[in-house]
């Protein structure tokens, strides 16, 4: 079956204790990104991933980092979490314009973190 | 930098009748993509739209494109309580791949 997996679903941490979310797909998709969701303001972007080892800030990239040494896997990285990180992220993955395959991106299951 | 602007955040129609949300672009877009989150859910997509001026239907579902690829809209006609959620706009700009999300529109149905 085709998904993107996160881990963990529900995370409460302290502040200054770093902490990784990991992200995996399965359907080869070189495109992967990282959202995170606040109420009324959508889904912004963090960071996203063109391709293996190449990675760009989006619209919210302060405070985390990304890996990308493996096609499949994205993990979103909080070195020193802020009580203003608390939210809801989502990985993401998709193909890019121009495969025959659909460019649609497919969601992970959500990670709902809390630092306090 | 690029921004996708959604209207209106939130929506309260009562069932039966109809909802619509509107995207808009401050550049020409590649495409445009629709998804829906239910609550306590993560976004599924719907649809792509590609060409200028293209209509899609999914059965009580119209997606529109505009005739500039800037904006787009979601029209749903006869709305039922499964449609509730937040419907999202997605624009693709085809240098980048980049997808660039709207604010959303949440939609509560009454009963």
């Known amino acids: 079956e085709a998904q993107v997996t996160q881990n963990p679903r529900y995370l409460i941490t302290v502040t200054g204790k770093k902490l990784t979310v990991t992200c995996s797909q399965n359907m080869n998709h070189e495109y992967m990104s990282w959202y995170r969701q606040d109420p009324g303001l959508g889904l912004r972007q963090i960071y996203y991933s063109m391709n293996v080892e190449v990675t760009d800030k989006g619209d919210v990239p302060e405070g985390y980092k990304v890996s990308r040494k493996e096609k499949r896997n994205f993990p979103l990285i909080l070195e020193s979490p802020s009580p203003n990180q608390t939210s809801l992220y989502f990985c993401?993955?998709?193909?890019?314009?121009?495969?025959?395959?659909?460019?649609?991106?497919?969601f992970g299951q959500g990670t709902r973190l809390t630092v306090v | 930098g690029q921004q996708v602007m959604q209207i209106p955040q939130y929506q309260h129609v009562q069932e039966g009748e109809d909802f619509t949300t509107y995207c808009n672009s401050s550049?020409?877009?590649?495409?445009i993509q629709w998804y829906k989150q239910r609550p306590g859910g993560h976004p599924v997509f719907l649809i792509q739209?590609?060409?200028?001026?293209e209509v899609k239907k999914q059965k009580r579902l119209t997606f529109q494109f505009g005739e500039a690829k800037k904006n787009s809209s979601l029209h749903i006609t006869a709305t039922q309580t499964t449609d509730v959620g937040t419907y999202f706009c997605?624009?693709?700009?085809?240098?980048?791949?980049?997808?660039?999300f709207g604010q959303g529109t949440t939609l509560q149905v009454k009963p």
């Open positions: 993401a993955s998709s193909n890019p314009e121009g495969l025959s395959t659909g460019t649609e991106a497919f």
């Open positions: 550049t020409t877009l590649s495409n």
């Open positions: 997605a624009g693709r700009r085809s240098n980048t791949g980049k997808l660039i």
């Open positions: 739209l590609v060409k200028s001026g």
